[in-house]
């Protein structure tokens, strides 16, 4: 099967598939993902193209109707990137070509995998942050209506872990809440960080095309553009990271949150618990209530935090241009939106049903004095 980049050499030898299964790795798997946004890439890429004379109206027509038939079946998941095929990018391209013929590789005008792939990516993490702040929005919501209902239920403040001062939950809850607002300013930071267009970018130097860039900015709804196309494929990593390191803030509340509900479960503590069927039980000592729902959320956040590091230790000695291996970063930081939103979903729902105790500082009177 032919490829975007290939070169010629028809060999096929066990040296060449492994050489291609290895630096493939799992992009097959991850660029369906991103089956839907390279889709709304094309269409506006080939609208830009008609309006500059690059495409004939009749081929535009024959093309949107494809690509909105291809954005269809990404939305149902019937998507799928064929054997041999090695990426959203061929594989769309393909699917055109063997529905209307040469017409189908003319979307490729002006563009190069490296600027469709940094637009799929940045349309893809504007979704998905949009949909991390509407769970954000649920959970700080839950946690001020209890901060409110609560604001009378005493509980010990600690420093050192030494019971310190009078608190009570209104306090605890509230707190957690405003660490969220806080959050969302670095996510919002991140957002506008990500919503520049840099199609048009092409390998990294542009195109000797007269392309409209800013029309696409517009028919994308990108904020703006990236003006140099150097940079913009420099920030190829530099946004990933941003993004990770806002998501690692979120993913921080959350986990020191937990961290507290771990606590204020224990029979040490006693302040706080949920129904019986939210709490696991143990094979041997089935009386048990652990908190096993805020232990995996306290060990997504902790996982969470770490991918910006782990996404600067790949770009960290990269000179500018494109390199392989910001191929990588794609593997673990795809789906830590997934995991985040997870987390707070589920947090959400748990603290729908949070038990409080009641009259938790008469315990703890003695040690006040």
Sequence with gaps: MSKLWDKGNNENTDATQLINQ???????????????????????????????????????????EALQGIYESALVGDFVIEEGIEDVHSQVEM??????????????SGRSRNDQVLLDLKLYMRQEIQEVVQLTQSLFDRLIALSEQHKEALIPGYTHLQVAMPSSFGLWFGAYAEGLTDDLLLLQAAYRIANQNPLGSAAGYGSSFPLNRQMTTDLLGFERMNYNVVYAQMGRGKVEKTVAFALGAIGGTLAKMAMDVCLYMNQNFGFLTFPDHLTTGSSIMPHKKNPDVFELIRAKGNKLQALANEITMITANLPSGYHRDLQLIKENFMPAFADLKASLQIAEFMFQHVQIKQDILKACLPLLH
């Excluded at 493939?24 to 309006?51: F, K, N, Q």
């Excluded at 699917?95 to 490729?108: A, D, F, P, S, Y």
């Design 95 to 108: 699917m055109l070509t063997q529905q209307l013929g040469e017409v189908g590789k003319k979307i490729h």
């Design 22 to 64: 290895f630096t493939v790795g799992r992009d097959r798997e991850l660029d369906v993902w991103l089956a839907p946004y390279d889709v709304m890439g094309s269409v506006a890429h080939i609208r830009m193209l008609e309006s500059i004379q690059l495409l004939e109206k009749e081929e535009l027509i024959q093309l949107v």
